[in-house]
């Protein structure tokens, strides 16, 4: 027989209602999140009945897909990301001052570094979770009675608004702590409806690194002290690939961990999770994050390409010494090409992370940083020249720029990701320059290119690994397609280079010349769109054809149903 104290405890679970609200983060993986899939887990395994409600950028609807199954009882935790901040804090917001919603909390790197500006402008929001997301929700939403009129303001490990008084209480940090691999699977209640094949897991939470453009590291010396990295037990993770890959059929597992190998002290994990995947005779790929120094040991990363590694990710960031230094990431470049060069003997596709422009570049850093990715034929990785190096509040970086007086301490929230002045006046015009051309005059054409090339390079490399004989019926088509795509790097590279120039000697753009490469680009891009096509309508026909092709991201932003 249940006593009091349980029934009471009972009867407030199955009266609240938990709905955890966010953006997709990436275009190239899953559009669910770790973070709130992880967090709906735990607190379904505590009796609470959760939703997970998933958004998309300037969808019409994302109102409706919150009010979706809401009642009085109902508390939204939301995380928020750089990207979809403002149309995501607007929604609620109002939601809010309408009285639709009642309760409303942040979590998520975003919302933790920058706290004390959100809850400063955003008189309407209850709270942020700061410290270990899944144990601080727990501690919040237990302490907080039936109607949702009172909880814990002293509940360690967030900052809270009273609703009565409006006042903050000051943040303490929890001293419990849930090891990452004692918590249950993340709920996986998006992927279940997402017709791909491809799915985000993590082995570890938590970097060894310290680069100043990063929030991992800052977030774990903030949460995690002690233990700047946490693992999951490897035979954990088999076991969540396995269920994923019999139960939901996904084959392609992208890990989202900072660094998938960190040095020698990771190889008996590693070599673990991978004969572990023999082992169960587990038919799957995976994507993974590498540090280039110490580069992973030739024994690990031969049994990581045995049991299905197509993709790896390498984050060069600049190759200027002086940049370097800026973002606290050394990298001589020839250990990229030395790296890349191992990885194409496998057969292994090469992603990279890169930033070209930063508030300290010179002209002649850009004109480097365009030869490089010419040099390694990832011109057309637009994104990581359109976008600069961004803000993480508390940063080495950005002490730098408020240091060098180019960023305002007082910035707020909404203002510090970009809000910084370039050294360089001549970059900051040829940066406005590029963007403007790219984003504004090019549109959509300038993403379709980078995102025909880079997903082709994925979809060559499972073909040419696992598809080899059906593969070699498509060779001239695809090097039709390469053939493409060197001829549109080509048309940026030569633009880049030229307005660059002008930049340099303080000339005006031609415009004839920028009509041109517009012309130019868009044409190639249309043929580029078409031949991409007509290889997916080969290979769609093939047998598992269709399953091919449902490994390779669609780069759209809403979800894929």
Same mark, same amino acid.
């Given at each position: 027989?249940?006593?009091?104290?349980?029934?009471?405890?009972?009867?407030?679970?199955?009266?609240? !209602?938990?709905?955890?609200?966010?953006?997709?983060?990436?275009?190239?993986?899953?559009?669910?999140?770790?973070?709130?899939?992880?967090?709906?887990?735990? *607190? !379904?395994?505590?009796?609470?009945?959760?939703?997970?409600?998933?958004?998309?950028?300037?969808?019409?609807?994302?109102?409706?897909?919150?009010?979706?199954?809401?009642? #009085?009882?109902?508390?939204?935790?939301?995380?928020?990301?750089?990207?979809?901040?403002?149309?995501?804090?607007?929604?609620?917001?109002?939601?809010?001052?309408?009285?639709?919603?009642?309760?409303?909390?942040?979590?998520?790197?975003?919302?933790?570094?920058?706290?004390?500006?959100?809850?400063?402008?955003?008189?309407? *929001?209850?709270?942020?979770?700061?410290? /270990?997301?899944?144990?601080?929700?727990?501690?919040?939403?237990?302490?907080?009675?039936?109607?949702?009129?009172?909880?814990?303001?002293?509940?360690?490990?967030?900052?809270?608004?009273?609703?009565?008084?409006?006042?903050?209480?000051?943040?303490?940090?929890?001293?419990?702590?849930?090891?990452?691999?004692?918590?249950?699977?993340?709920?996986?209640?998006?992927?279940?409806?997402?017709?791909?094949?491809?799915?985000?897991?993590?082995?570890?939470?938590?970097?060894?690194?310290?680069?100043?453009?990063?929030?991992?590291?800052?977030?774990?010396?903030?949460?995690?002290?002690?233990?700047?990295?946490?693992?999951?037990?490897?035979?954990?993770?088999?076991?969540?690939?396995?269920?994923?890959?019999?139960?939901?059929?996904?084959?392609?597992?992208?890990?989202?961990?900072?660094?998938?190998?960190?040095?020698?002290?990771?190889?008996?994990?590693?070599?673990?999770?991978?004969?572990?995947?023999?082992?169960?005779?587990?038919?799957?790929?995976?994507?993974?994050?590498? !540090?280039?120094?110490?580069?992973?040991?030739?024994?690990?990363?031969?049994?990581?390409?045995?049991?299905?590694?197509?993709?790896?990710? *390498?984050?060069?960031?600049?190759?200027?010494?002086?940049?370097?230094?800026?973002?606290?990431?050394?990298?001589?470049?020839?250990?990229?090409?030395?790296?890349?060069?191992?990885? #194409?003997?496998?057969?292994?596709?090469?992603?990279?992370?890169?930033?070209?422009?930063?508030?300290?570049?010179?002209?002649?850093?850009?004109?480097?940083?365009?030869?490089?990715?010419?040099?390694?034929?990832?011109?057309?990785?637009?994104?990581?020249?359109?976008?600069?190096? !961004?803000?993480?509040?508390?940063?080495?970086?950005?002490?730098?720029?408020?240091?060098?007086?180019?960023?305002?301490?007082?910035?707020?929230?909404?203002?510090?990701?970009?809000?910084?002045?370039?050294?360089?006046? #001549?970059?900051?015009?040829?940066?406005?320059?590029?963007?403007?051309?790219?984003?504004?005059? *090019?549109?959509?054409?300038?993403?379709?290119?980078?995102?025909?090339?880079?997903?082709?390079?994925?979809?060559?490399?499972?073909?040419?690994?696992?598809?080899?004989?059906?593969?070699?019926?498509?060779?001239?088509?695809?090097?039709?397609?390469?053939?493409?795509?060197?001829?549109?790097?080509?048309?940026?590279?030569?633009?880049?280079?030229?307005?660059?120039?002008?930049?340099?000697?303080?000339?005006?753009?031609?415009?004839?010349?920028?009509?041109?490469?517009?012309?130019?680009?868009?044409?190639?891009?249309?043929?580029?769109?078409? /031949?991409?096509?007509?290889?997916?309508?080969?290979?769609?026909?093939?047998?598992?054809?269709?399953?091919?092709?449902?490994?390779?991201?669609?780069?759209?932003?809403?979800?894929?149903?």
């Amino acid at each position: 027989m249940l006593t009091f104290y349980e029934y009471f405890f009972m009867a407030k679970k199955r009266k609240i !209602r938990i709905k955890l609200v966010f953006f997709r983060t990436l275009f190239s993986q899953s559009g669910a999140s770790l973070t709130m899939g992880y967090l709906a887990s735990f *607190l !379904r395994k505590f009796g609470y009945k959760v939703d997970l409600c998933f958004l998309e950028k300037d969808n019409l609807h994302n109102a409706e897909r919150i009010l979706n199954n809401l009642t #009085e009882n109902t508390i939204i935790i939301a995380k928020p990301n750089f990207k979809d901040f403002k149309e995501l804090l607007q929604l609620l917001s109002g939601l809010k001052e309408f009285g639709k919603i009642k309760r409303v909390f942040l979590c998520g790197p975003f919302s933790s570094l920058n706290s004390k500006s959100i809850l400063k402008k955003s008189k309407w *929001l209850d709270g942020i979770i700061l410290d /270990q997301i899944e144990l601080t929700s727990l501690n919040l939403i237990e302490s907080m009675n039936p109607e949702l009129s009172e909880w814990n303001f002293n509940c360690l490990g967030g900052i809270w608004r009273d609703p009565n008084t409006c006042k903050l209480t000051n943040y303490i940090s929890t001293i419990e702590s849930i090891h990452f691999k004692e918590l249950p699977f993340p709920a996986r209640d998006i992927e279940k409806i997402e017709k791909v094949s491809y799915i985000n897991i993590e082995s570890s939470r938590g970097c060894l690194m310290n680069c100043s453009f990063c929030h991992v590291a800052l977030i774990a010396r903030n949460t995690r002290p002690k233990n700047k990295i946490e693992f999951r037990d490897p035979i954990q993770v088999v076991d969540e690939i396995e269920y994923l890959n019999k139960k939901l059929k996904k084959t392609l597992f992208i890990f989202n961990d900072s660094c998938f190998w960190t040095s020698s002290a990771d190889n008996d994990r590693v070599l673990q999770i991978c004969s572990e995947i023999k082992r169960r005779k587990l038919n799957i790929k995976m994507y993974v994050y590498l !540090r280039l120094k110490p580069f992973i040991e030739k024994n690990v990363l031969k049994a990581l390409v045995e049991v299905g590694l197509v993709r790896v990710f *390498l984050g060069v960031e600049n190759i200027s010494e002086r940049t370097q230094i800026i973002y606290e990431k050394v990298i001589e470049q020839e250990i990229f090409f030395e790296a890349r060069k191992i990885l #194409e003997n496998y057969n292994v596709n090469v992603h990279l992370g890169y930033m070209v422009f930063d508030p300290f570049s010179t002209l002649e850093d850009i004109l480097n940083s365009f030869m490089f990715l010419d040099r390694i034929e990832k011109i057309f990785r637009l994104g990581v020249i359109l976008e600069p190096v !961004r803000v993480i509040p508390g940063s080495s970086l950005h002490k730098k720029l408020v240091e060098s007086g180019l960023i305002s301490e007082k910035l707020s929230y909404d203002k510090l990701t970009y809000g910084y002045k370039f050294k360089n006046k #001549e970059v900051e015009n040829f940066f406005k320059y590029l963007r403007k051309i790219f984003t504004k005059k *090019l549109g959509h054409e300038s993403y379709q290119f980078e995102y025909y090339s880079t997903s082709f390079g994925v979809l060559k490399t499972i073909l040419e690994r696992f598809h080899r004989d059906s593969s070699k019926n498509i060779k001239s088509e695809s090097e039709f397609f390469l053939n493409l795509r060197k001829a549109g790097m080509g048309i940026i590279f030569d633009f880049l280079v030229y307005s660059l120039d002008c930049y340099r000697e303080g000339k005006k753009v031609s415009k004839a010349e920028e009509n041109r490469f517009i012309f130019q680009l868009k044409e190639v891009n249309q043929k580029v769109k078409i /031949q991409y096509g007509y290889i997916v309508s080969i290979v769609e026909k093939w047998k598992g054809g269709e399953g091919i092709l449902k490994e390779i991201y669609t780069g759209l932003e809403r979800l894929n149903k």
